[in-house]
């Protein structure tokens, strides 16, 4: 009898735009359904509604700056070849691949390829190392994603009923206040079933960001 072994098969991780993308498209879907369909239905809610759309605007904003900083990547010394530097300094202190001199808080993304000052991690959702030069824009990002996700989450939650609203008489303070859609849409099951949808999002990219 032959004894077979079986291996977990390695794979190079490289940089990749899926997860940011997954991310957004959840996130785009949840807040089309909000601006397009369950905001006009919130009776008298014009503060929460604007506060939506600027935490949406700025959790948007400091992803995008997240994704495209530079995180501290260590550059190799002008002029100098790499087999020079081999001479003058450590070779344990060096990085083959970058072909840098490394610092103590310096570590080598094998995902990047790349070595980063104060190296923290790699995020996949920001689809870069997060390092000395970004880490207070990524923190910054996180803390608006977590306010965003909460306060949409309560908003949903608190306007549960928003179906009833229906009945009551509709004012000029909002900018877009006609109900376009067909009249099935706003029946009571459509619109309770579009708001768990979002509370469900909403509650498990909560869960990842905590």
């Given at each position: 009898?032959?004894?077979?072994?079986?291996?977990?098969?390695?794979?190079?991780?490289?940089?990749?735009?899926?997860?940011?993308?997954?991310?957004?498209?959840?996130?785009?879907?949840?807040y089309?359904?909000l601006?397009?369909?369950?905001?006009?239905?919130?009776?008298?809610?014009?503060?929460?509604?604007?506060?939506?759309?600027i935490?949406?605007?700025?959790?948007?904003?400091?992803?995008m700056?997240?994704?495209?900083?530079?995180?501290?990547?260590?550059?190799?010394?002008?002029?100098v070849?790499?087999?020079?530097m081999m001479?003058?300094?450590?070779?344990?202190?060096?990085?083959?691949?970058?072909?840098?001199?490394?610092?103590d808080?310096?570590r080598?993304?094998?995902?990047?390829n790349?070595?980063?000052?104060?190296?923290?991690?790699h995020?996949?959702?920001?689809?870069?190392?997060?390092?000395i030069?970004?880490?207070?824009?990524?923190?910054?990002?996180?803390?608006?994603?977590?306010?965003?996700?909460?306060?949409?989450?309560?908003?949903?939650?608190?306007?549960?009923?928003?179906?009833?609203n229906?009945a009551?008489?509709?004012?000029?303070?909002?900018?877009y206040?006609?109900?376009?859609?067909p009249?099935f849409?706003?029946?009571?099951?459509?619109?309770?079933?579009?708001?768990?949808?979002c509370?469900i999002?909403?509650g498990t990219?909560?869960?990842?960001?905590?």
């Amino acid at each position: 009898m032959q004894c077979l072994m079986l291996k977990t098969p390695l794979k190079l991780v490289t940089k990749s735009f899926r997860t940011p993308i997954v991310m957004w498209f959840l996130m785009g879907l949840v807040y089309v359904d909000l601006i397009l369909y369950l905001f006009p239905l919130y009776y008298d809610r014009i503060a929460e509604i604007y506060l939506q759309l600027i935490m949406f605007g700025l959790t948007c904003f400091l992803h995008m700056w997240s994704m495209c900083k530079d995180p501290g990547y260590l550059k190799s010394p002008k002029g100098v070849p790499f087999m020079e530097m081999m001479k003058i300094f450590d070779p344990v202190l060096l990085c083959a691949d970058c072909e840098v001199v490394r610092t103590d808080r310096s570590r080598h993304c094998s995902i990047c390829n790349r070595c980063i000052e104060r190296f923290d991690h790699h995020c996949p959702w920001v689809n870069n190392c997060v390092g000395i030069d970004n880490h207070g824009v990524f923190m910054s990002f996180l803390l608006s994603m977590l306010t965003l996700l909460s306060t949409t989450f309560i908003t949903l939650i608190m306007n549960f009923d928003c179906f009833d609203n229906l009945a009551l008489p509709r004012d000029d303070k909002f900018f877009y206040q006609d109900l376009f859609l067909p009249d099935f849409f706003y029946e009571r099951g459509y619109v309770e079933t579009v708001t768990i949808i979002c509370l469900i999002i909403c509650g498990t990219f909560l869960l990842l960001v905590l």
